[in-house]
T-cell receptor, first 115, second 116 residues
Framework: KAGVTQTPRYLIKTRGQQVTLSCSPISGHRSVSWYQQTPGQGLQFLFEYFSETQRNKGNFPGRFSGRQFSNSRSEMNVSTLELGDSALYLC??????????????FGQGTRLTVV | AQKVTQAQTEISVVEKEDVTLDCVYETRDTTYYLFWYKQPPSGELVFLIRRNSFDEQNEISGRYSWNFQKSTSSFNFTITASQVVDSAVYFCALSEANTGRRALTFGSGTRLQVQP
């Protein structure tokens, strides 16, 4: 069974540009969450999607957005990039079972560098 | 608000030593889940264990064991007879169940270095 796939693995962007990251969850998983990991702030929750709807959102500015498609694949977008957006962006998928909180399986992440 | 504290920033041990990684959590929910993840240099977070708040039974999986104590809000992780391959950053995480939030709140991580 394939794991969580994130593309691209590495990305270099210039300040002010926008970027779109992609995540394909484990087959059958309907919940997709995104996290940002930086040396200073650690791992922080960005948002979670379930059945194409954003179910939860972390404390990030509106420049960070996401969406989920009918096949559960998800994308996140960051507009007007800032140097501080340089981070490892991790996607996680979960199997919702009777509403219970199940474990999240993570992809290898996309390392974004803003110059 | 929920919070996870991993006070040990970095631990260095010699192969075959036992090592315990500490995790202390805070939550107002009566129902919650605790997790441990391992992050090797490749970056991917590898799931190790999930424990719900109603199950205080300790668990052992091979060289890994976990000690969950609600009375002290701790969920500690012990590696017995450590190996070089155990070198990684280990994260403890918490999620609430009653609020419907699925977000994981992570601790700051403990970097474990196992020397040969």
């Amino acid at each position: 069974k394939a794991g969580v796939t994130q593309t691209p693995r590495y990305l270099i962007k210039t300040r002010g540009q926008q970027v779109t990251l992609s995540c394909s969850p484990i087959s059958g998983h309907r919940s997709v969450s995104w996290y940002q990991q930086t040396p200073g702030q650690g791992l922080q929750f960005l948002f979670e999607y379930f059945s194409e709807t954003q179910r939860n959102k972390g404390n990030f500015p509106g420049r960070f957005s996401g969406r989920q498609f009918s096949n559960s694949r998800s994308e996140m977008n960051v507009s007007t990039l800032e140097l501080g957006d340089s981070a490892l962006y991790l996607c996680a998928s979960s199997l919702e079972a009777g509403g219970r909180n199940t474990e999240a399986f993570f992809g290898q992440g996309t390392r974004l560098t803003v110059v | 608000a929920q919070k996870v504290t991993q006070a040990q920033t970095e631990i260095s041990v010699v192969e075959k030593e036992d090592v315990t990684l500490d995790c202390v959590y805070e939550t107002r929910d009566t129902t919650y889940y605790l997790f441990w993840y391992k992050q090797p240099p490749s970056g991917e977070l590898v799931f190790l264990i999930r424990r719900n708040s109603f199950d205080e039974q300790n668990e052992i999986s091979g060289r890994y064991s976990w000690n969950f104590q609600k009375s002290t809000s701790s969920f500690n992780f012990t590696i017995t007879a450590s190996q070089v391959v155990d070198s990684a950053v280990y994260f403890c995480a918490l999620s609430e169940a009653n609020t419907g939030r699925r977000a994981l709140t992570f601790g700051s991580g403990t970097r474990l270095q196992v020397q040969p």
